[in-house]
């Protein structure tokens, strides 16, 4: 049976990390939890993806989560996260993983531009692709649609023309720009029928997906958040110190500078991005 819990928590940053949660909701089987966050514009990008991307594999490496859900900007790592964590399971936990994309030509264009330069610049994995044991009829294989290596096999589908053969038994599904998935004709939500493709596992899976939000009431991202811990990004006040979430609320329009909700002081965009990894 399953049993939801709520729980409020503020994980202020320790040894190093600077991702906090603030009323965390946990939706659990068991101890199984799903983990989703948020990330606000605004911040210094570099920072913010290195630390936000370290706090989102870890999660990925807890064995009591099974679905990851970060709602955010655009051009913030999202699949840059998606990258490490496939070269992970290449490399260090080998199995059947599932990448879905809006379109065939986004999926081929970030195979292209990302996944082959990650493959090509790490021994490790160039000598792993392509040496996956496959069903005798399809070999070894080492393509734009999919890679066997050892252990396993990746396969990368666009989600506005993929078949039900496509969405193969995995046991990790990353879903990449879920609110840009078209509902397939005569075949259902492409989110849906991909997130099927694990229950074979039963509770050893992970479901990753990663999302700018589009329409209030229609997100996909937002509806899988809001049924998760709900985690924000936090960032230190310049001045005080204290950590908080920025919002639209505290922005002064006149000179853009946020205020602070400790301290109540106003700092210009520099200011709050110096904070960025700090305290």
Same mark, same amino acid.
Request: proline share 5%; aromatic share 8%.
């Given at each position: 049976m399953?049993?939801?819990?709520?729980?409020?928590?503020?994980?202020?940053p320790?040894?190093?990390?600077?991702?906090?949660r603030?009323?965390?909701?946990?939706?659990?089987?068991?101890?199984?939890?799903?983990?989703s966050?948020?990330?606000?514009?605004?911040v210094?990008?570099i920072?913010?993806v290195a630390?936000?991307?370290g706090?989102?594999?870890?999660?990925?490496? /807890?064995?009591?989560?099974?679905?990851?859900t970060w709602?955010?900007?655009?051009?913030?790592?999202?699949?840059t996260v #998606?990258?490490n964590?496939l #070269?992970?399971?290449?490399?260090r936990?080998?199995?059947d993983?599932l990448w879905?994309?809006?379109s065939?030509?986004?999926?081929?264009?970030?195979?292209k531009?990302e996944?082959?330069?990650?493959?090509r610049a790490?021994?490790?994995?160039e000598k792993?692709i392509?040496? #996956?044991?496959?069903?005798?009829?399809?070999?070894r294989t080492?393509n734009?649609?999919?890679?066997?290596?050892?252990? *396993?096999?990746a396969?990368?589908?666009? *989600?506005a023309?993929?078949?039900?053969?496509a969405?193969?038994?995995v046991?990790v599904?990353i879903?990449?720009e879920?609110?840009?998935?078209?509902?397939?004709?005569?075949?259902?939500?492409?989110?849906s029928l991909?997130?099927?493709r694990?229950?074979?596992?039963?509770t050893?899976?992970?479901?990753?997906?990663?999302?700018?939000?589009?329409?209030e009431g229609?997100?996909?991202?937002?509806?899988?958040?809001?049924r998760?811990?709900?985690?924000?990004?936090?960032i230190? !006040?310049p001045? !005080?110190g204290?950590?908080q979430?920025? *919002?639209?609320?505290?922005?002064r329009?006149d /000179?853009l500078?946020?205020?602070?909700?400790?301290? /109540?002081?106003?700092?210009d965009? /520099?200011?709050?991005q110096?904070?960025?990894?700090t *305290?």
């Open positions: 399953m049993q939801v819990r709520s729980v409020t928590s503020d994980m202020r320790r040894s190093g990390k600077r991702f906090t603030s009323h965390s909701s946990r939706l659990a089987i068991g101890q199984l939890r799903i983990v966050l948020l990330e606000p514009s605004g210094d990008t920072r913010f630390l936000i991307n706090a989102i594999q870890d999660s990925f490496n /807890d064995p009591e989560v099974r679905e990851i709602q955010s900007a655009e051009r913030v790592g999202k699949s #998606g990258a964590i #070269g992970y399971v290449i490399d936990e080998p199995c993983l879905v994309m809006p065939r030509e986004a999926m081929a264009d970030f195979l531009d996944i082959e330069p990650m493959v790490n021994p490790s994995l792993k392509g040496q #996956g044991r496959q069903p005798r009829q399809l070999g080492n734009t649609r999919r890679k066997s290596f050892l252990g *396993g096999t396969t990368f589908v666009g *989600g023309s993929a078949s039900p053969s969405f193969r038994t046991r599904v879903l990449d879920i609110d840009k998935l078209r509902v397939l004709p005569g075949e259902g939500d492409a989110d991909a997130s099927k694990v229950s074979t596992y039963g050893d899976f992970k479901i990753l997906r990663f999302s700018k939000p589009t329409l229609t997100s996909r991202i937002n509806r899988h958040f809001l998760g811990s709900r985690a924000y990004y936090h230190t !006040c001045s !005080c204290e950590f979430e920025l *919002g639209w609320a505290l922005l329009f /000179d500078c946020p205020r602070c909700t400790s301290c /109540d002081g106003f700092f965009q /520099d200011s709050w110096g904070s960025v990894g *305290g």
